[in-house]
């Protein structure tokens, strides 16, 4: 096999933030550490992006698009004229070039979990205008998921779903489970920044939610929670949260924390960077992943790897990745959630168990390089078994009136 036909395209055009960008960047850092892997991966990432960046930095090969929608529309339409027929290309946590179906073998990184979960009304929050503008949305995304080769999936319970009610290829679908990062650790925590961040912090037992604002993410239920816990004489209760404050979706929830003058309740660091993650964990004493559905949350490796007690959605995506090492809540119900967390604050018993279920957890999943490895092997196979055929990708279909079931969660789907 010649040295073109080995190349791997790694399209992180799609990743911007959050844990989509740390599981780049934490891929990049195994490929710079491999020289002949380095040798092999073309990244195609945003102009100026931290990425692009690193990439820079570490002589990787790469080719930067301007971060508009237009430029990538032009990139990707003409990406037959880039790259020559039958390259590998593993798209990171989103669809496959526009226009590149059959001439690349592309490898997806599926993380649109609430494609897979139509009984849940995920767009609810929006009015009917821009909900039907997501449903669209929607559907332009299935078609585009469907227009893979191969299919890299976060946790089992998703890849089933996509199996069992979609009709995708049995033997084209596997998981790969997520690891903390590489900036994720002890050693990186900054004692100076820390030293900085704990001045700034009300007093009491802190929570971080670390997520950008986001309905799906429902910080805006944290108002309730932390009344009920104040207002009950349960102690004192901070969440730490890693909003954009100029959202609107972060101003409505901060907005009646200050109008019912709760402010020592909640503080906003505003979004961190990927290497200061671990000093800001280190901040706090939990860490909490409230969302309505996740493929999967980053939170979950690095509490545990931070040694932080977790408290997580009680749904059965969370409790695929989480096991034992998670105290599930319903942080709609704010009186249960507030004594679920007080039982965190008062029983030192509980918090430890919670954090040693949690390496026992970790001890379970991949290491940032061994999970990098596994997508390496994946990308292989894609390239080995080579183009999905025609009739396997007809059998993929979106709706359904079927019923799924688990051993935890037995789900009734409706088109």
């Not at 894609?382 to 688990?406: M, P, V, Y």
Request: charged share 20%.
């Amino acid at each position: 096999m010649d040295n073109i036909s080995k190349t791997i395209i790694l399209n992180l055009l799609p990743v911007h933030a959050g844990g989509g960008l740390q599981n780049a960047l934490s891929f990049i850092e195994t490929v710079a550490c491999d020289s002949l892997l380095r040798g092999q991966v073309k990244v195609v990432c945003n102009l100026g992006s931290r990425i692009h960046q690193v990439c820079c930095e570490d002589g990787i090969n790469c080719i930067p698009i301007a971060a508009n929608k237009i430029a990538r529309l032009n990139f990707e339409m003409n990406c037959k004229a880039r790259f020559t027929c039958g390259l590998v290309c593993f798209t990171f946590f989103g669809p496959p070039m526009l226009n590149s179906q059959n001439h690349l073998i592309n490898v997806v990184g599926c993380a649109y979990s609430n494609l897979f979960y139509p009984e849940i009304p995920f767009w609810s929050y929006m009015g009917p205008i821009n909900r039907g503008i997501k449903y669209m949305n929607d559907m332009v995304r299935k078609k585009a998921v469907a227009r893979g080769d191969y299919w890299i999936f976060e946790t089992g319970t998703i890849r089933k779903r996509a199996v069992q009610l979609f009709g995708f290829p049995e033997y084209r679908a596997n998981v790969v489970r997520m690891a903390p990062s590489n900036l994720i650790s002890r050693d990186r925590i900054k004692p100076e920044l820390r030293s900085q961040i704990q001045k700034k912090l009300p007093e009491g037992f802190k929570v971080l939610y670390l997520s950008g604002a986001h309905p799906n993410k429902r910080q805006h239920l944290l108002y309730k929670i932390a009344s009920y816990f104040w207002e009950s004489g349960l102690g004192k209760l901070v969440f730490v949260t890693t909003m954009d404050s100029s959202s609107l979706y972060a101003k409505s929830v901060m907005q009646p924390f200050e109008k019912n003058g709760l402010q020592k309740a909640i503080y906003n660091i505003g979004p961190i960077a990927p290497e200061d993650v671990s000093t800001v964990i280190d901040c706090c004493d939990a860490m909490c992943t409230f969302s309505l559905l996740e493929s999967f949350s980053n939170n979950f490796v690095e509490a545990w790897k931070m040694g932080r007690p977790l408290l997580v959605t009680d749904a059965d995506w969370a409790r695929d990745a989480c096991g034992n090492a998670a105290l599930y809540m319903n942080p709609e119900d704010a009186k249960s959630s507030a004594i679920a967390l007080f039982s965190l604050t008062a029983r030192s018993d509980l918090l430890e168990q919670l954090v040693t279920n949690g390496e026992r957890q970790l001890s379970l999943y991949p290491t940032p390089r061994e999970k990098n490895l596994q997508y390496i092997e994946h990308i292989e196979k894609a390239r080995s078994l080579g183009f999905c055929k025609r009739e396997e990708r007809l059998n993929i279909h979106w709706t359904h009136h079927q019923t799924f079931s688990d051993a935890n969660n037995p789900t009734t789907i409706h088109s």
